[in-house]
């Protein structure tokens, strides 16, 4: 630390501005006087630790910040809309009728199958991370196999029927067949036939039923080279025993079939 003193020349009659050095003192401890050594002290905030030791003057501590234990980004617009489909068509309440212990993990796969088209199945865990679905845990690809394999005609069968039992009794049905090309080695139904792509190339078909709403409620498997389906085969699938007791009859040209 220094200060300015300002000196008269008596030469010049001027003041004169002189920075005179000051000697600045550091307390660093005092003298024992036994020994004769310097004992170092610490001065800084020393009262206020014997207030806190003595806790006179406790100061609270101020929180910080609390660690999130789990973040996570979770999709659940579009399953939650199928969600609402399945419980407004009976979908749902139907495979768990038919499917007790798996029918969560059916349902889950559907949605995965639906926003995902066209992506394989192995994908699903990293899919089910990311969006909210039925079963709400991973799906192996081995575990999608099996579960597949699993599902027996019968089942299938009575699912139909329990859909077919939830349309109205004066509702019109639409029926129709797609081809699906495929180079499968191991399924007895590829075959090839008429493809309505214009693909040269073996095909399983697939006929499908409709109510008015656009809704499918059955389909079935045929061999690539069947044309079509005689309705009456299908009617023979689903069976008679809808609560409405309604018969099938098919419009052979528009492949239309109208319930009685």
């Given at each position: 630390m220094s200060s300015i003193i300002q000196r008269l020349d008596k030469r010049t009659g001027t003041h004169m501005s002189m920075n005179q050095p000051r000697s600045k003192r550091v307390l660093i401890g005092k003298l024992d006087p036994d020994t004769g050594k310097v004992v170092p002290t610490d001065g800084r905030g020393k009262r206020r630790k014997e207030r806190l030791q003595q806790g006179a003057d406790a100061i609270p501590v101020k929180q910080g910040p609390i660690p999130a234990l789990r973040t996570e980004r979770v999709f659940y617009g579009a399953t939650y809309l199928f969600d609402q489909i399945g419980e407004l068509t009976g979908v749902r309440a139907d495979l768990?009728?038919?499917?007790?212990?798996?029918?969560?993990?059916?349902?889950?796969?559907?949605?995965?199958?639906?926003?995902?088209?066209?992506?394989?199945?192995?994908?699903?865990?990293?899919?089910?991370?990311?969006?909210?679905?039925?079963?709400?845990?991973?799906?192996?690809?081995?575990?999608?196999?099996?579960?597949?394999?699993?599902?027996?005609?019968?089942?299938?069968?009575?699912?139909?029927?329990?859909?077919?039992?939830?349309?109205?009794?004066?509702?019109?049905?639409?029926?129709?067949?797609?081809?699906i090309s495929g180079y499968s080695e191991t399924l007895r139904q590829v075959k090839y036939g008429k493809n309505k792509d214009g693909d040269h190339l073996p095909q399983i078909n697939l006929a499908i039923l409709f109510e008015e709403s656009s809704l499918p409620f059955y389909y079935r498997k045929l061999a690539g080279n069947i044309p079509d389906i005689v309705c009456r085969n299908m009617k023979r699938s689903i069976g008679n025993t809808s609560r409405s007791g309604r018969l099938l009859s098919a419009a052979s040209q528009s492949h239309t079939v109208r319930t009685r």
């Amino acid at each position: 630390m220094s200060s300015i003193i300002q000196r008269l020349d008596k030469r010049t009659g001027t003041h004169m501005s002189m920075n005179q050095p000051r000697s600045k003192r550091v307390l660093i401890g005092k003298l024992d006087p036994d020994t004769g050594k310097v004992v170092p002290t610490d001065g800084r905030g020393k009262r206020r630790k014997e207030r806190l030791q003595q806790g006179a003057d406790a100061i609270p501590v101020k929180q910080g910040p609390i660690p999130a234990l789990r973040t996570e980004r979770v999709f659940y617009g579009a399953t939650y809309l199928f969600d609402q489909i399945g419980e407004l068509t009976g979908v749902r309440a139907d495979l768990k009728v038919c499917f007790p212990d798996t029918y969560k993990q059916i349902l889950s796969i559907a949605y995965y199958l639906i926003l995902e088209d066209e992506t394989p199945l192995y994908r699903f865990s990293k899919w089910g991370k990311l969006h909210r679905h039925p079963y709400g845990k991973d799906i192996s690809s081995q575990r999608s196999g099996e579960l597949f394999r699993s599902i027996t005609e019968e089942q299938k069968m009575k699912f139909f029927r329990l859909q077919g039992e939830r349309r109205s009794e004066n509702e019109y049905w639409a029926y129709d067949t797609t081809s699906i090309s495929g180079y499968s080695e191991t399924l007895r139904q590829v075959k090839y036939g008429k493809n309505k792509d214009g693909d040269h190339l073996p095909q399983i078909n697939l006929a499908i039923l409709f109510e008015e709403s656009s809704l499918p409620f059955y389909y079935r498997k045929l061999a690539g080279n069947i044309p079509d389906i005689v309705c009456r085969n299908m009617k023979r699938s689903i069976g008679n025993t809808s609560r409405s007791g309604r018969l099938l009859s098919a419009a052979s040209q528009s492949h239309t079939v109208r319930t009685r």
